[in-house]
């Protein structure tokens, strides 16, 4: 996929996006390759759903959000990605899908998600959720019956400069953006 990197930078925008140190971190933290089936609810402008499909099988993508759903079909196809089914869907209703490696969810209250991902995922099958504050991580937390927390964190992106003999960090940094957490199946 030629110039992907370039084309990103390009994207139509909609809503807040994940950015790409956290969709980097939530990659590394769940196991998933080039087989996997997997799901993202609450699509938005699309960027998970774009870098899910350039490493697994096939992707769904869930919005409720019809706008935010083209949004995310029109960046899709501008990349030329064709393993994602696109969905009109609450996923706190239902999951037509099962046997999924993984499910991504940034979305408002994903605890009401958690039983139909339960039974969306494979034994074993990984779920992450994007978090703004940490009372949603707290409350997204003491949800997770059926579910091993493996983890929650935050990715801190403090880029520097080198020039010649003088290295020093920049002096903007990008922060907080949001709260990973990172669940298994039991």
Not at 15 to 28: F, N, V, W
Request: with cysteine; proline share 3%; glycine share 4%.
């Amino acid at each position: 996929m030629k110039d992907f990197f370039k084309k990103i930078k390009s994207l139509k925008r909609g809503p807040a996006i994940m950015k790409e140190k956290d969709i980097g971190a939530i990659l590394a933290n769940v196991d998933i390759d080039r087989n996997s089936v997997v799901l993202d609810a609450g699509s938005g402008t699309g960027l998970m759903t774009i870098y899910l499909a350039k490493f697994v099988k096939k992707v769904y993508s869930y919005d409720s959000n019809k706008e935010f759903l083209t949004i995310t079909k029109e960046n899709s196809k501008y990349l030329n990605l064709k393993n994602i089914v696109f969905k009109n869907k609450d996923i706190t209703k239902e999951i037509e899908e099962k046997d999924l490696d993984f499910i991504n969810l940034d979305m408002k209250d994903p605890q009401k998600a958690l039983k139909n991902a339960k039974k969306a995922l494979k034994e074993q099958g990984y779920l992450s959720a994007y978090l703004p504050n940490i009372t949603q991580v707290i409350e997204f937390c003491n949800s997770l019956n059926g579910f091993r927390l493996i983890k929650v964190f935050e990715i801190i992106e403090r880029p520097w400069i080198i020039n010649n003999q003088i290295a020093r960090p920049e002096n903007m940094i990008l922060g907080h953006t949001a709260f990973i957490v990172i669940l298994q199946k039991a």
